[in-house]
């Protein structure tokens, strides 16, 4: 097993070495970095990404992790100016749960009580989506 942050996987969009991404990091760490979001749907959000290629959460060290706290403050920090109400933060691990692509990144969204869907957690909305789906 390779260590260290120059760990990439050729094409993957995320690793910084690739040269591949579409904006710069906002701020890092030794083990992280943070993007702010592209999505004109989500302006007020981003993703913290490790250095080190790995696809999914469940593949990211001790080390990662503990390095992780550090950069979720900082995300929190860097959105705070927009004055959100709320946060939502998680992981979409593996194309079935909305992974699109495939190094680890989580997301932070900032959320507002003004917006449409002020007060939907994800569950709420994996719920209603399923309800639909079955129907």
Request: with cysteine; aromatic share 10%; net charge negative.
């Amino acid at each position: 097993m390779t260590s260290g942050v120059e760990q990439t996987k050729p094409g993957c969009p995320f690793c910084v070495a690739n040269g591949l991404l579409v904006n710069a990091p906002v701020f890092a760490n030794d083990r992280f970095y943070f993007l702010d979001s592209i999505d004109p749907d989500l302006p007020l959000a981003g993703m913290i990404v490790p250095h080190r290629h790995s696809e999914t959460p469940f593949e990211l060290t001790p080390v990662e992790f503990a390095a992780l706290p550090e950069m979720l403050e900082r995300a929190r920090q860097h959105l705070a100016g927009h004055a959100p109400n709320g946060f939502t933060v998680g992981w979409n691990v593996g194309a079935a749960g909305g992974q699109e692509v495939f190094h680890t990144h989580l997301h932070i969204i900032a959320r507002f009580d003004h917006a449409p869907d002020a007060g939907v957690g994800i569950r709420r909305v994996l719920k209603y989506s399923r309800l639909e789906h079955f129907s």
